[in-house]
């Protein structure tokens, strides 16, 4: 099986408590179910992490560059002003999805910026868990080489 890296920012452990009316009432541990479940029906090993600490998010984004493991990362804040993270996503040659709860979008001006979307494969917002879903069959879609 492919083992693929969910990874996410900060602030997403608190998912359920955390502003429900923007982000849900699922929580992270509800995240976890729902991407080893999705990724366990497409074949695919799924770990998912959270944190808080961008130097360990940029470790992680490390050990995947390694490895050539598939990503699908919601980096959170971090979207919108780590280039740290924007680098260290850039030397995954793996796929890899930015995913959000929300759409940043349609939100305050400083979300409308993502310093990583330029760097991944494809961006995925606006869906609650299903983003996290939706990204996953991408991942499973381009590991099964479909285009582009
Ligand atoms: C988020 C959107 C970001 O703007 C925000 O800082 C988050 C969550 C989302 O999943 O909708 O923490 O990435």
């Known amino acids: 099986m492919t083992r693929v ?4 920012g900060p602030n997403l452990g608190r998912l359920g408590a955390r502003e429900p009316e923007v982000y849900g009432h699922a929580t992270h541990d509800d ?3 729902r991407c080893r479940a999705v990724g366990m029906s497409l074949g695919l090993d ?7 600490n961008e ?4 470790s992680w984004l490390h050990e995947a560059a390694e490895a050539s493991t598939p990503v699908v990362l ?3 804040a971090f979207t919108h002003y780590s280039y740290a993270v924007r680098d260290a996503l850039a030397q995954v040659s793996a ?3 930015e ?3 929300s759409n940043p979008a349609a939100r305050e001006d400083f979300r409308h910026t993502s310093v ?3 760097v991944v494969s494809g961006s995925i917002s606006g869906f609650g868990l299903t983003s996290y879903e939706l990204a996953l069959r991408a991942v499973a879609a381009r590991l099964a080489g479909a285009g582009p």
């Open 5 to 8: 890296l969910v990874l996410n």
């Open 31 to 33: 995240l976890v179910e």
């Open 46 to 52: 799924v770990e998912v992490r959270q944190t808080d």
């Open 55 to 58: 130097a360990e998010l940029v």
């Open 74 to 76: 919601n980096p959170a």
């Open 95 to 97: 796929p890899t999805v």
């Open 99 to 101: 995913v959000h709860l």
């Open 116 to 118: 990583v979307a330029g």
